[in-house]
């Protein structure tokens, strides 16, 4: 790839320092990796009475001679040793962040209501989630 793709380059609207609130709270930080194929999240939460620190590497796969995902998929990797894999897609106004794989029956559906507010909540299979809304606090 010679230049990051178009749905890449879409996720520049999450790009800074939110807010997060509803059943999760603290800020999470969206940032570029020089070159602009990695967009990087970084998260300082409180769930449950637990404390969420971590980075997310998001961007097209691309293994060694091999074409790019077509998804944007992304991993995390808390400060507890885990990862957690993701799908994002951001058409419009509307963002999904799938758990695992596109059409995961754990995902996330927000919707930016402005520039500055993304409303949705987290889908679990058997009726699990939460709200989870964030609002930009600097770009």
Sequence with gaps: MSEPSADLARLDRLVGTWRAA????????????????????????????QTITGLEVIGHEHKYG???????????????????????????DKLT????????????????????TITGAWVYP???GYDAIMTRVKD
């Design 22 to 49: 509803g059943g999760t709270g603290g800020t999470v930080t969206y940032e570029w990796m020089d070159g602009r194929f990695f967009l990087l999240q970084r998260v300082a939460l409180e769930q449950n009475g």
């Design 66 to 92: 091999e074409e790019p995902s077509a998804d944007i998929k992304s991993r995390f990797y808390g400060s507890e040793g885990g990862t957690l894999d993701y799908v994002y897609e951001l058409i419009d």
């Design 97 to 116: 962040i799938w758990m695992g794989e596109r059409g995961s029956p754990a995902y996330y559906a927000g919707t930016f209501t402005d520039d500055d």
């Design 126 to 128: 058997g009726g699990g």
